[in-house]
């Protein structure tokens, strides 16, 4: 990625907060860079969560432009106390500082590419300024529907939610707990959000034709929101394809296991699991007899996770029971060489967008178990789709039952073992990759976009 300085305008990328969104951006940034467009990206820091600052770290400092942010007090949102949305809103209420510092900024800035948790106070501004601005929606294109008749339906909201004339149903329980309060902080940003949209220029979503047809069709007839713009679906970006220098102990492990054999579990990097689910889950895998390879978190930020032992969360002598079988870490994992190595033959899942899209791009079948935010409303995609299964009775953390170890057992048998499954989510890579190859659907949006910026 090169900031292109000897371009006589550039791109300006406006991430919000957490590694959901950051690293989407950062992927967007590349897939630019490598198309010609000179970019740079704003950036507040210090960032919430130790990935990030990784993550921008790795980065050519010449990209970064820091954003300080205006005064802001947390303790006028006592109902909130996750940091990361604490940080949207403090970002949300800086975005008058924008044009003195794009005044600053060589080359001058020809557009804005602006993340979806900090639309309603940005879109305004490059109205105003009179720069093209393009918000960039980090999940799929079925919660961006959500996101954009959220406002014009009765609050507080107690049913399902049809969109674009039954095109897509979002049944009550998979609407995000906090959006069932309307008094919450995250339903405020979220409905000012949606209802700004009919100001950009047009909505980037890293989602494809194959894996939500129907829904991208009806946006783009403008069936969902009439006055919508354009909605560009250019996924899936493009993942680091190449192996690390010095391969992490979990991929020496995984490069010992036979072909297809082992289940990767995941929970992302925003989800965590009760002590007790938790133990659960990891006799669940015991019990079930197949291989796998599972990254634990105890914590939402990765600074709180606490310095727990494997053995203290799963009893004494677990790890030596499965270590001829299983693999446990505490540490982030390279997930995109994870999901296209050759032992890998499943992805048990939180389904957040980047996980499911990632999933989708190499074509590995997914064992979808949302853990909240908008994981049910992604987790509908992946049975829709053919990429996995999804099972709808399994817990969230809005709800305090318990998924037991015999039922994950029994289930992560039967999806180790079926072949069929393997056989459409590889149908579905297989559509990913087309997308992406020249003429082919996200193709053509990639060149729709470089046309309008």
């Given at each position: 990625?090169?900031?292109?300085?000897?371009?006589?305008?550039?791109?300006?990328?406006?991430?919000?907060?957490?590694?959901?969104?950051?690293?989407?951006?950062?992927?967007?940034?590349?897939?630019?860079?490598?198309?010609?467009?000179?970019?740079?990206?704003?950036?507040?820091?210090?960032?919430?969560?130790?990935?990030?600052?990784?993550?921008?770290?790795?980065?050519?400092?010449?990209?970064?432009?820091?954003?300080?942010?205006?005064?802001?007090?947390?303790?006028?949102?006592?109902?909130?106390?996750?940091?990361?949305?604490?940080?949207?809103?403090?970002?949300?209420?800086?975005?008058?500082?924008?044009?003195?510092?794009?005044?600053?900024?060589?080359?001058?800035?020809?557009?804005?590419?602006i993340d979806i948790t900090i639309?309603?106070?940005?879109?305004?501004?490059?109205?105003?300024?009179?720069?093209?601005?393009?918000?960039?929606?980090?999940?799929?294109?079925?919660?961006?529907?959500?996101?954009?008749?959220?406002?014009?339906?009765?609050?507080?909201?107690?049913?399902?939610?049809?969109?674009?004339?039954?095109?897509?149903?979002?049944?009550?329980?998979?609407?995000?707990?906090?959006?069932?309060?309307?008094?919450?902080?995250?339903?405020?940003?979220?409905?000012?959000?949606?209802?700004?949209?009919?100001?950009?220029?047009?909505?980037?979503?890293?989602?494809?034709?194959?894996?939500?047809?129907?829904?991208?069709?009806?946006?783009?007839?403008?069936?969902?929101?009439?006055?919508?713009?354009?909605?560009?679906?250019?996924?899936?970006?493009?993942?680091?394809?190449?192996?690390?220098?010095?391969?992490?102990?979990?991929?020496?492990?995984?490069?010992?296991?036979?072909?297809?054999?082992?289940?990767?579990?995941?929970?992302?990097?925003?989800?965590?699991?009760?002590?007790?689910?938790?133990?659960?889950?990891?006799?669940?895998?015991?019990?079930?007899?197949?291989?796998?390879?599972?990254?634990?978190?105890t914590a939402k930020v990765d600074?709180?996770?606490?310095?727990?032992?494997?053995?203290?969360?799963?009893?004494?002598?677990?790890?030596?029971?499965?270590?001829?079988?299983?693999?446990?870490?505490?540490?982030?994992?390279?997930?995109?060489?994870?999901?296209?190595?050759?032992?890998?033959?499943?992805?048990?899942?939180?389904?957040?967008?980047?996980?499911?899209?990632e999933a989708a791009a190499a074509?590995?079948?997914?064992?979808?178990?949302?853990?909240?935010?908008?994981?049910?409303?992604?987790?509908?995609?992946?049975?829709?789709?053919?990429?996995?299964?999804?099972?709808?009775?399994?817990?969230?953390?809005?709800?305090?039952?318990?998924?037991?170890?015999?039922?994950?057992?029994?289930?992560?048998?039967?999806?180790?073992?079926?072949?069929?499954?393997?056989?459409?989510?590889?149908?579905?890579?297989?559509?990913?990759?087309?997308?992406?190859?020249?003429?082919?659907?996200?193709?053509?949006?990639?060149?729709?976009?470089?046309?309008?910026?």
């Amino acid at each position: 990625m090169s900031s292109g300085d000897t371009k006589l305008s550039q791109v300006l990328l406006i991430p919000s907060s957490g590694m959901g969104h950051l690293n989407p951006f950062v992927r967007l940034a590349n897939a630019l860079s490598d198309r010609g467009i000179s970019i740079s990206l704003l950036t507040v820091r210090p960032t919430i969560t130790a990935a990030e600052s990784s993550l921008l770290s790795s980065l050519p400092s010449s990209l970064l432009i820091d954003f300080p942010l205006a005064p802001f007090d947390p303790s006028l949102f006592p109902k909130s106390s996750d940091p990361v949305t604490l940080r949207w809103e403090a970002i949300r209420r800086s975005a008058h500082l924008l044009p003195s510092l794009i005044s600053t900024i060589s080359p001058p800035v020809s557009s804005l590419v602006i993340d979806i948790t900090i639309a309603s106070t940005f879109l305004p501004v490059a109205v105003a300024a009179h720069i093209p601005c393009f918000v960039f929606f980090v999940s799929f294109a079925s919660m961006l529907a959500l996101c954009s008749v959220f406002p014009f339906v009765p609050h507080p909201i107690g049913t399902d939610v049809k969109i674009a004339g039954g095109v897509l149903k979002i049944p009550y329980s998979s609407v995000p707990p906090p959006l069932r309060d309307p008094n919450h902080l995250f339903t405020t940003q979220f409905i000012e959000n949606g209802r700004a949209l009919t100001l950009a220029n047009g909505v980037i979503v890293n989602t494809f034709l194959a894996l939500e047809p129907e829904l991208l069709a009806a946006f783009n007839a403008g069936e969902v929101v009439p006055g919508f713009p354009p909605v560009i679906a250019l996924g899936p970006l493009p993942l680091e394809k190449k192996q690390p220098s010095s391969p992490s102990p979990a991929l020496r492990w995984l490069d010992e296991q036979p072909e297809k054999s082992v289940i990767y579990v995941n929970f992302g990097s925003r989800s965590a699991m009760s002590i007790e689910q938790i133990r659960e889950l990891g006799a669940g895998l015991e019990m079930s007899g197949c291989r796998f390879f599972w990254v634990v978190k105890t914590a939402k930020v990765d600074r709180e996770e606490k310095a727990v032992e494997i053995e203290e969360l799963l009893g004494e002598g677990y790890v030596k029971r499965v270590e001829q079988r299983g693999l446990v870490v505490r540490q982030w994992v390279e997930q995109d060489v994870v999901l296209i190595h050759r032992a890998v033959a499943g992805f048990l899942s939180h389904s957040g967008s980047n996980s499911v899209m990632e999933a989708a791009a190499a074509g590995l079948k997914m064992l979808a178990w949302p853990r909240g935010g908008d994981h049910r409303v992604i987790a509908a995609s992946v049975p829709r789709s053919g990429l996995g299964i999804w099972p709808e009775n399994w817990a969230w953390e809005a709800e305090e039952r318990v998924v037991a170890a015999e039922e994950i057992a029994v289930k992560v048998r039967e999806f180790m073992a079926d072949e069929k499954l393997a056989e459409t989510a590889a149908k579905l890579g297989a559509a990913a990759t087309a997308a992406v190859q020249e003429g082919g659907t996200s193709d053509q949006s990639w060149r729709y976009l470089i046309t309008k910026l």
